[in-house]
């Protein structure tokens, strides 16, 4: 695969950090980003880790004048910074789902928004949206983050419609329980519990999801677009 620029949103831990490592070792220039300061354990020169507010449109637009001065505007885009805010629906706070939908949905407009363009120009281009196995099956005390999930899956169908003829593939990810720090708070008793739905009766690892994102911005995934795959051990099938 020709050497290319990956931005990867939520980069300084869990799956985003595990996928800025990965690339970074197989050789692609890897900006990697979070809301804090934050430095990769591996100093790699390909490795930029910078700090951004997806939120913030004039943090976006000031990271894209940075990395086209850098000649580091992406070809391959993945949007996997996301946030949590449990809560029953009853008790959720307005800032509870405002702080969530702006992070995990409204930020990956902000930043497919202003790459598009660039992907468009070169005829050449892979979004890859991270998204949750919460947004296709739903789980109590998560309304807020299962809905930015699930809009993820919408948001994917319909860019890929507008951008396949730009040979611009546009899909998504639903990682399952992977052990990461988001599932770290999971006592042993439910995590036994939860084991005994999931038929390969193990948490995924982030190296999983690091793979298969591996394979769909890779060319033998060119004929893949509009599609949400799950990755889960087969927790959920249809």
Known sequence: MKKRNIFISGAS??????MAKHFA?????????SRNNFKFDD?????????????SRNDVKDCFDEL??????????????????DQLFLRMSDDDWDNVINTNLTGTFNLTKIFLKNMIKNKFGRIINISSISGLM??????NYSSSKAALNGFTKSLAKEVGSRNITVNCVAPGFIDTDMTSYIGQKERNEILKKIPLNKFGSPEDISKLVMFLMSDEASYITGQ???????????
Do not use: C, H, W
């Open 228 to 238: 949400t795959i799950s990755i889960d051990g087969g927790l959920l099938m249809y």
């Open 43 to 55: 100093d790699l020169e390909n490795l930029l880790p910078i700090k951004l507010d997806v939120t």
């Open 68 to 85: 086209k001065t850098k000649n580091l505007l992406p070809d391959i885009l993945i949007n996997n910074a996301g946030i949590t805010a």
């Open 13 to 18: 831990r869990g799956i985003g950090k595990s």
């Open 25 to 33: 070792k197989s050789n692609f220039n890897v900006v990697g980003t």
């Open 138 to 143: 739903g789980n109590p005390g998560q309304v």
